[in-house]
């Protein structure tokens, strides 16, 4: 039976110079029922006529979507999931993978059919590192710093979130709206703030049913990343300020 569509956004800063264009190809021809937005989140090198290249190989499958300025990954994000919305119907799922591809576009297919038949309003990729089942290469520190961040999340969140910062998310095509209509408090913690927001539409009991953590099969560390240490340092401070935002709005 052929897969159901899923559409997937990918957010692209500068990344003319590593952005892997035969690898995304070989795995749109693997699979069909992938489709791509690819976000030129304001690049000022050659990143739009290497994705470009895509989308003149794989028409009605690929777009590509030049911002006038740099938004940020929330802001690239959500510009991408509210067009890939409205532009493709049948896809149930509206999902975001990094465009390092440190976990692989195809990855979003195993994702979904780990919980079919259930359809919870987010399925969100975690790195857990299990032997003989996930291939997981991290940086020690960047691993350690990750077990932190999550503890705090889990705290404010009142839920066991075990990673909300894995690049490999699908969100249900009727959530996107409710999640993504309104931009982000800030541009690299939005992945805290879907939650939150899902949180505040549902209510927190039936977050059990509309959250639905999978390990990824796959996820290597790539160099290059956008996020510095000057980033994490304020990483409590915007926790603090997104959990002010939201809290007060939810059933509890």
Known sequence: MEAQPIALVVP?????????VEEVAGVLDA??????????DGSTDATADVLGLLADRFPGRVLVHRLAANAGKAGAVRAGMLLATATWPQARYIGYFDADLAT????ALRLRQAVTPREPAIIMGSRVKLMGTTDIKRLEHRHYFGRFFATLVSMQLRLPVYDTQCGAKLVRRDMVGHLFDQPFLTRWLFDVEILWRCMVHVGHAAMWDEVA?????????????KVDWTDAVRVPMQLRRIARHYRGRVRW
């Open 12 to 20: 692209c800063y500068n990344e003319a110079g590593r952005f892997a």
């Open 31 to 40: 699979h069909p029922a992938l489709l791509l937005v690819l976000v030129d």
């Open 104 to 107: 692989p576009l195809q990855e």
């Open 213 to 225: 953590e999978v390990p990824v099969s796959r996820w290597h560390e790539r160099p290059g990343s």
